[in-house]
């Protein structure tokens, strides 16, 4: 029987060799993780909610600390030299692995709160709160696939990851 101190190495281990090698893929790699974790934290913080305003408050930190992790990310999406075949393949398995999952997984949460989000009164914040985040979403893939940096597999992958556009917007409320 495998036991888990095992397994948790191998997983580690498994990530550890998934690292972009040249500094500039590896700084995406990073922003995207730092995404990530500001998605699973606003997850989390969805997942809290059970109505009022003073739950919900964290929920806007929460919108806040992903429209900045994206930024960045955007940013140096920009600025970033070439990427090699083998660094675009780690950062699109990654996103794979990570965001194309938890951002869909935190619409779904927030989808089912629809009816403390109108008791509350706070539909425009939630839908002001996705279209920032669509419009961050938009801009960071659209870097992605203007970019130089990125290889014709990364900025395929951008392409045709709609995380979590239209559909939020139609069941929230627009």
């Known amino acids: 029987m495998v036991s888990i101190n095992s397994l948790l190495l191998f997983t580690t281990t498994a990530l550890a060799a998934a690292i972009p090698s040249s500094p500039s893929a590896k700084l995406i790699y990073s922003d ?8 699973l934290a ?4 969805i997942e809290s909610y059970t109505g009022g305003l003073l ?5 806007l930190g929460g919108v806040t600390a992903v429209h900045l992790a994206n930024r960045k990310a955007y940013t140096d999406a920009l600025l970033i030299p070439n990427a090699t075949l083998a660094d675009s393949q780690i950062i699109v398995d ?15 949460i927030l989808e089912g709160k629809k009816d403390l989000i109108e ?12 279209e920032l985040l669509k419009y961050d979403h938009d801009t960071l893939s659209a870097a992605c696939r203007c970019s130089s940096s990125f290889s014709a597999l990364t900025k395929q ?18």
């Open 32 to 39: 995207l993780v730092a995404l990530d974790n500001s998605v």
């Open 42 to 45: 606003l997850k989390s913080t």
């Open 55 to 59: 739950t919900a408050t964290p929920i």
């Open 94 to 108: 990654f996103v794979s692995d990570t965001l194309a999952k938890h951002i869909p997984q935190s619409v779904e």
């Open 119 to 130: 008791k509350d009164q706070l539909e425009g914040t939630v839908l002001g709160s996705l």
């Open 157 to 174: 992958y951008f392409e045709a990851a709609a995380w979590y556009k239209a559909p939020v917007l139609r069941k929230i409320g627009r």
